[in-house]
């Protein structure tokens, strides 16, 4: 009764809403209703059973920040405050582009993310139980970052462009997609110009036993970058089984630092000593990839696929610094110059094999990685001082480097209900060859490697979902920590490689829990355990006053580690986000000449909020947290509290914005400083950095799209080497 009586009014309703629209239409006046407009934002973490994935469109703050800003707030990310990015606390993992390896990621990975516009990416993918598909390298695990790339027919763009100051500069970058036919292409590219004005640098080192004495040293740098970068994938559908693809991708960087030191070391066996360096270096960069991929569908079922892939790629780097020294007093060291030429080659050979079978999804395949890598490095001094410097052959030598990495993998994949699981098993077989030419030294490596991967996901009704997993991890040492070559450009403080480093085997056990809603919120927790970990040694020599960093297979590392990612809409115009990783180490090992242990809590937290105001106003606020973080056995660095204030604002909407950001407000500069302590000198260095800074960029977004690019499922992803 109650359901007719409610019938009966609205038709009773709507009849006198026609009668009176029929009246009005007599009327020379019409009047119309307010538009309604329904908004709901797109939810910004998803998790799988092996990863976590952030959408970076879906998170306002991307349109006018730099993709390296960005990465704090993703859950398990931080940024230190040298800007590196860590996973889980650790500098040691891969980083993918679109799924693919790509060695523009590997030359200078802060530069090129503080080049890159967030808003011209899609999501970063967090990969910490990567499956047996993925190379065994990569200790805490993957990242993969997904561009921008609308996938419909016709063209769309992405253009951006800011200026900032003090320090750095212009930059730009953006990406474009294609689509006629068959025929798919998508582009990205970019440039960027940092300039950092001087700034200052100290280093006190205190020595004891025999040769006790104190080295004080202070001085001036600066420094100009430049780089570019720019990768594209073309796709060509032969027909609905057949898909041929290529990807290209370059970055290129040139680097100037010029700056001057005074020393002054007080030795109790040598006496007094004091001189002056002024100190110039450049280093140019130009790193490229080529891959080509074909995708052989199957007609009795479209979703087992054949794949072949082959990459190439080469980096080359050309070093030079020049040292002249001023004003000596009790010290001989002559002018000097450091040449150094870096040539890598790598190809890529891989097939996969995609078979589903009821509810099972099988996967396997094989890939050969063949590298070849070399040294050319060399020392001139000028002992005569008449600015002729002559070469000598008892510092300098040619290093060549000979890698190859065979592999085959199985996994499953299997979904029940509400379960999600995925198994497999990866073997490994690593050849190391590498020769001295001045004295005809060899360092030969053999080793085989099995690498198990397991991960569980279970999703609930309310849309909440638990993952966990285990699996074991690879860290290869790659040419920048084999490589023997000296770096002298401070005649004290000594850095080197050890051609005769092993590879690292670690174990990781990992659990999650991710609640979804208008409140969104992941907890991870993680152990993980490695033992001959290759860590940065610094030692003493008394006969030569020189402390030398290098790198040494030494000691047992403890990580556990907790992280909480909390995002939140407080109102339809008011969102804020929380991103906190808590780390306990334990580190233990030999270390020049003495037994070290350490157990510090190390911790990093992320505050950031935003306001849409009327009219397309947005402002945002943000706050970073750092505390001290371990630098191998020996060392730790300072922490630090840096903020960040900006404002956008949407000129024509969906297509052109503007925004402006503040950091560090009043605070002009930040010294970072390192303090390392071993068995019979204690050590600490301060680096002044710019630390405030302003930012304008400007956004514009232009074309229409319709249809779908078809991408290779499979295609090659090196992982495997660390550096």
């Given at each position: 009764?109650?359901?007719?009586t409610?019938?009966?009014?609205?038709?009773?309703y709507?009849?006198c809403l026609?009668?009176?629209?029929?009246?009005?239409s007599?009327q020379?006046?019409?009047?119309?209703?307010?538009e309604v407009?329904?908004?709901?934002?797109?939810?910004?973490?998803?998790?799988?059973?092996?990863?976590i994935?952030?959408?970076l469109?879906a998170d306002p703050?991307?349109?006018?920040?730099?993709?390296?800003?960005m990465?704090?707030?993703?859950?398990y990310?931080?940024v230190?405050?040298?800007?590196?990015?860590?996973?889980?606390?650790?500098?040691?993992?891969?980083?993918?582009?679109n799924g693919?390896?790509?060695?523009?990621?590997?030359?200078?990975?802060?530069?090129?993310?503080k080049?890159m516009p967030?808003?011209t990416?899609?999501?970063?993918?967090v990969?910490?139980?990567?499956?047996?598909k993925y190379?065994?390298e990569?200790?805490?695990?993957?990242?993969n970052?997904?561009?921008?790339?609308?996938?419909e027919?016709?063209?769309n763009?992405n253009l951006?462009?800011?200026?900032?100051?003090?320090?750095?500069?212009?930059?730009g970058?953006?990406?474009l997609?294609?689509k006629?036919?068959?025929?798919?292409?998508?582009?990205?590219g970019g440039?960027?110009?940092?300039?950092v004005?001087?700034?200052?640098?100290?280093?006190?080192?205190?020595?004891?036993g025999?040769?006790?004495g104190?080295?004080t040293?202070t001085g001036?740098?600066?420094?100009?970058n430049n780089?570019?970068?720019?990768?594209t994938?073309i796709?060509y559908?032969i027909?609905s089984?057949?898909?041929?693809?290529?990807?290209?991708?370059?970055?290129?960087?040139?680097a100037?630092?010029s700056g001057?030191?005074?020393?002054?070391v007080d030795?109790?066996s040598?006496?007094?000593?004091?001189?002056?360096?002024d100190n110039?270096?450049?280093?140019?960069?130009?790193?490229?990839?080529l891959?080509?991929?074909?995708?052989?569908?199957?007609?009795?079922?479209?979703?087992?696929?054949?794949t072949?892939?082959?990459?190439?790629?080469?980096?080359?780097r050309?070093?030079?610094?020049q040292?002249?020294?001023?004003?000596?007093?009790?010290?001989?060291?002559?002018?000097y110059?450091?040449r150094n030429?870096v040539r890598?080659?790598?190809?890529?050979?891989?097939?996969?094999?995609?078979?589903p079978?009821?509810?099972f999804?099988?996967?396997?395949?094989?890939?050969?990685?063949?590298?070849d890598q070399?040294?050319?490095?060399?020392?001139?001094?000028?002992?005569i001082?008449?600015?002729?410097?002559?070469?000598?052959p008892?510092?300098?030598?040619?290093?060549n480097?000979s890698?190859?990495?065979?592999?085959?993998?199985n996994?499953y994949?299997?979904?029940i209900k509400?379960?999600?699981?995925?198994?497999?098993?990866?073997i490994?077989?690593?050849?190391?060859?590498?020769q001295?030419?001045?004295?005809?030294?060899?360092?030969?490596q053999?080793?085989?490697r099995?690498?198990p991967?397991?991960?569980?996901?279970?999703n609930?009704?309310?849309?909440?979902s638990?993952?966990?997993?285990?699996?074991?991890?690879?860290?290869?040492p790659?040419i920048?920590?084999l490589?023997?070559?000296?770096?002298?450009?401070?005649?004290?403080?000594?850095t080197?490689?050890?051609?005769?480093?092993?590879a690292?085997?670690?174990?990781?056990?990992?659990?999650?829990?991710?609640?979804?809603?208008?409140?969104?919120?992941?907890?991870?927790?993680?152990?993980?355990?490695?033992?001959n970990?290759?860590?940065?040694?610094?030692?003493?020599?008394p006969?030569?006053?020189i402390?030398?960093?290098?790198?040494?297979?030494t000691?047992?590392?403890?990580?556990?580690?907790?992280?909480i990612?909390v995002?939140r809409?407080?109102?339809?115009?008011?969102?804020a986000?929380?991103?906190v990783?808590?780390?306990?180490?334990y580190?233990?090992?030999?270390?020049?000449?003495?037994?070290?242990e350490?157990?510090?809590?190390t911790?990093s937290?992320?505050?950031?909020?935003?306001?849409d105001f009327n009219?397309?106003?947005r402002?945002?606020?943000?706050l970073?947290?750092?505390?001290?973080?371990?630098?191998g056995f020996?060392?730790?660095?300072?922490?630090?509290?840096s903020?960040?204030?900006s404002?956008?604002?949407?000129?024509?909407?969906?297509?052109?914005?503007?925004?402006?950001v503040?950091?560090?407000?009043?605070?002009?500069?930040?010294?970072?400083?390192t303090?390392t302590?071993?068995?019979?000198f204690?050590q600490t260095?301060?680096?002044q950095?710019?630390?405030?800074?302003?930012?304008?960029?400007i956004?514009?977004?232009?074309?229409?799209?319709?249809?779908?690019?078809?991408?290779?499922?499979?295609?090659?992803?090196n992982n495997?080497q660390?550096?």
């Open positions: 009764m109650k359901k007719l409610s019938i009966i009014v609205l038709c009773l709507f009849n026609s009668l009176s629209a029929q009246e009005q007599k020379d006046s019409v009047q119309k209703l307010n407009e329904v908004t709901a934002r797109k939810a910004l973490i998803k998790q799988k059973p092996d990863r994935i952030y959408n469109q703050e991307s349109k006018g920040s730099s993709l390296l800003n990465m704090k707030k993703v859950p990310l931080t230190d405050a040298a800007d590196r990015v860590l996973l889980k606390g650790n500098s040691n993992f891969k980083v993918l582009l693919k390896p790509s060695v523009i990621l590997e030359s200078n990975l802060s530069d090129l993310l080049t967030a808003n990416i899609q999501s970063i993918e990969i910490t139980i990567p499956p047996s190379d065994a990569g200790l805490a695990g993957i990242i970052i997904i561009t921008l790339k609308k996938t027919n016709g063209y763009g951006n462009m800011y200026q900032q100051f003090p320090a750095a500069g212009p930059s970058g953006g990406s997609t294609l006629q036919g068959k025929l798919g292409v998508s582009a990205f440039a960027g110009w940092n300039d004005p001087e700034t200052g640098n100290s280093t006190v080192r205190s020595t004891t025999a040769s006790s104190l080295l040293q001036k740098l600066k420094s100009q780089n570019g970068y720019f990768g994938e796709s559908e027909d089984l057949n898909l041929l693809s290529g990807q290209f991708n370059f970055y290129g960087n040139h100037d630092e001057r030191q005074q020393f002054m030795q109790s040598t006496g007094l000593q004091q001189y002056g360096l110039s270096g450049r280093a140019s960069t130009k790193v490229n990839d891959s080509l991929n074909y995708q052989l569908g199957f007609s009795a079922d479209k979703r087992r696929l054949l072949f892939s082959y990459q190439h790629s080469t980096n080359n050309n070093q030079f610094n040292v002249l020294v001023s004003n000596p007093v009790n010290y001989q060291l002559p002018d110059q450091q030429k890598f080659s790598e190809q890529t050979m891989q097939i996969d094999y995609v078979y079978t009821g509810k999804n099988i996967e396997s395949g094989i890939k050969a990685i063949l590298r070399s040294s050319n490095f060399q020392y001139l001094s000028d002992r001082g008449n600015d002729n410097f002559e070469f000598q008892d510092q300098s030598d040619l290093f480097y890698q190859k990495v065979f592999s085959a993998y996994s994949a299997l979904n509400s379960w999600s699981f995925q198994a497999g098993l990866r490994e077989q690593t050849v190391v060859d590498a001295f030419v001045s004295n005809a030294s060899e360092v030969a053999r080793y085989l099995l690498i991967a397991l991960s569980a996901n279970k609930f009704p309310s849309g909440n638990l993952n966990f997993g285990f699996t074991q991890r690879i860290k290869r790659g920048n920590r490589n023997p070559f000296v770096n002298r450009s401070n005649p004290n403080f000594e080197t490689g050890n051609p005769n480093l092993e690292v085997l670690v174990n990781d056990i990992q659990a999650g829990y991710h609640i979804a809603g208008k409140t969104s919120i992941t907890i991870g927790l993680d152990y993980s355990f490695l033992s970990a290759d860590l940065a040694v610094a030692t003493f020599d006969v030569t006053q402390t030398r960093t290098s790198y040494q297979n000691g047992r590392i403890d990580g556990l580690s907790a992280f990612n995002s809409s407080i109102t339809r115009k008011w969102n986000s929380l991103n990783n808590l780390i306990y180490f580190i233990a090992g030999e270390a020049d000449g003495g037994f070290v350490k157990k510090l809590l911790s937290v992320n505050l950031s909020s935003g306001y009219q397309g106003w402002l945002n606020g943000n970073n947290i750092q505390s001290r973080n371990p630098t020996q060392g730790t660095t300072n922490g630090m509290i903020t960040a204030l404002i956008n604002k949407e000129i024509l909407k969906d297509k052109l914005s503007v925004a402006a503040a950091s560090n407000l009043f605070v002009k500069y930040r010294d970072a400083k303090f302590n071993a068995v019979n204690s260095s301060v680096v950095n710019y630390f405030n800074s302003y930012r304008l960029s956004n514009y977004n232009f074309g229409e799209l319709k249809g779908k690019i078809r991408k290779n499922q499979r295609e090659i992803r495997d660390s550096n």
